[in-house]
Nanobody, 119 residues
Framework: QVQLVESGGGLVQPGGSLSLSCAVSGNIASTYNMGWHRQAPGKQRELVAQYIGGGITHFADFVKGRFTISRDNAKNMVNLQMNNLSPEDTAVYYC?????????????WGQGTQVTVSP
């Protein structure tokens, strides 16, 4: 069984920073792409950032250089550093990873962590 557990969400003022972490555990043979999505109330879930591998990353346009994504392969973790946050960044942030487990490749998701940006 594979588990993804996010941490680091919370309340921050506009212009502030938060760092999210996601730890992957379980019966894992290989971990491929890892990334973060978010879902605001009344909106569809959208990609925030993705670590594809080999140092290649992809960011949504709305990130605009404010966020960075990093991966710790030894710990099987992916982190999202978010700077210069605005109220529009308020959402539940979900970690996801493409993982080979028990002979099959599947996309796994965490339970989400709330990020609220408010004065």
């Amino acid at each position: 069984q594979v588990q993804l557990v996010e941490s680091g969400g919370g309340l921050v003022q506009p212009g502030g920073s938060l760092s999210l972490s996601c730890a992957v555990s379980g019966n894992i043979a290989s971990t491929y792409n890892m990334g973060w999505h978010r879902q605001a109330p009344g909106k569809q879930r959208e990609l925030v950032a993705q670590y594809i591998g080999g140092g290649i990353t992809h960011f949504a346009d709305f990130v605009k250089g404010r966020f960075t994504i990093s991966r710790d392969n030894a710990k099987n973790m992916v982190n999202l550093q978010m700077n210069n946050l605005s109220p529009e960044d308020t959402a539940v942030y979900y970690c996801n990873a493409l993982i080979l487990s028990d002979g099959r490749v599947a996309d796994y998701w965490g339970q989400g962590t709330q990020v609220t940006v408010s004065p």
